[in-house]
C-alpha cells in the first residue's frame, strides 16, 4: 500500500498571502495524484488531477506541481473561500486508493 | 448537470446492517467506475470500495472486506453499499465517488450520508 504524507498539518496564512502544500508518497506514484478541497460541512471536491491539470471550473490561482514521490500544490493568492482542508491522492497502484491526512488552510 | 446524492444513513447498533444508495443524475452509472469512500468524525478520507463499471472487479479495502458489498441498480441508476455486521469504528459519513474514465481521480462527489454505529 502507498502511503501518502502531506506536510504541514496546519498552514496559518494571511489573506492574499500565497500557500505551498506538500506531498510525498512512500514510493513513485508517475504523475497519478489528485488534490482535493474540503470546506467544512461540505463533500471534497477535485481540484487538480494528473499532479498539474486543474478540473474544470477551478481557479488558476491554485497550481499543482512535482511527479514521482513528491508533490507541491500551490494557492498563489489566497481567498477567504480558499481557507479549508486540502488532501492529495495517489490512484497509480491500487487497490487500494489511498489519501494524505489533510492540510488544513486557516486564517492568520 | 451531474450529481449524486445519497441516503440510506442512520442509527445502528454493533452488529447491525444498513444499505446506503447513491442516486446519480446527469449521466448513466453502468457507464462509470465508482467508489465508496468515507470520514470518520474529524478525521480524513478512506477509501472504502470501488466497483468497475461492468461490475466485473471489485475492490474492497480491508477494513471492510467480508462485511460490505458494493453493487449497482442500472434499472434505478444507482449505486449501492450492503453494510454488515457494522463496528463502532465504521462510524463516518459516506461519500459517493464517480472516477475518471480509464482511471483516475474521482471527479463528482456526492454530499455524504452519516452512519453512526453506536449502542
Known amino acids: 500500500e502507498i502511503v501518502m504524507t502531506q506536510s504541514p498539518a496546519t498552514l496559518s496564512v494571511s489573506p492574499g498571502e500565497r500557500a505551498t502544500l506538500s506531498c510525498r508518497a512512500s514510493?513513485?506514484?508517475?504523475?497519478?495524484l489528485a488534490w482535493y478541497q474540503q470546506r467544512p460541512g461540505q463533500a471534497p471536491r477535485l481540484l487538480i488531477y494528473?499532479?498539474?491539470t486543474r478540473a474544470t471550473g477551478v481557479p488558476a490561482r491554485f497550481s499543482g506541481s512535482g511527479s514521482g514521490t513528491e508533490f507541491t500544490l500551490t494557492i498563489s493568492s489566497l481567498q477567504s473561500e480558499d481557507f479549508a482542508v486540502y488532501y492529495c491522492q495517489q490512484y497509480n497502484n491500487w487497490p487500494p486508493w489511498t489519501f494524505g491526512q489533510g492540510t488544513k488552510v486557516e486564517i492568520k | 448537470q451531474v450529481q449524486l446524492v445519497e441516503s440510506g444513513g442512520g442509527v445502528v447498533q454493533p452488529g447491525g446492517s444498513l444499505r446506503l444508495s447513491c442516486a446519480a443524475s446527469g449521466i448513466t452509472l453502468s457507464n462509470y467506475d465508482m467508489h465508496w469512500v468515507r470520514q470518520a468524525p474529524g478525521r480524513g478520507l478512506e477509501w472504502v470500495t470501488f466497483?468497475?463499471?461492468?461490475?466485473?472487479?471489485?475492490y474492497y479495502a480491508d477494513s471492510v472486506k467480508g462485511r460490505f458489498i458494493i453493487s449497482k441498480d442500472n434499472s434505478k441508476n444507482t449505486l449501492n453499499l450492503q453494510m454488515n455486521s457494522l463496528r463502532t469504528e465504521d462510524s463516518a459519513v459516506y461519500y459517493c465517488?464517480?472516477?475518471?474514465?480509464?482511471?483516475?481521480?474521482?471527479?463528482?462527489w456526492g454530499q455524504g450520508t452519516i452512519v453512526i454505529v453506536s449502542s
Open positions: 514510493q513513485s506514484v508517475s504523475s497519478n
Open positions: 466497483t468497475r463499471s461492468d461490475e466485473i472487479k471489485k
Open positions: 465517488a464517480k472516477q475518471f474514465p480509464f482511471g483516475g481521480a474521482f471527479d463528482i
Open positions: 494528473g499532479a498539474s
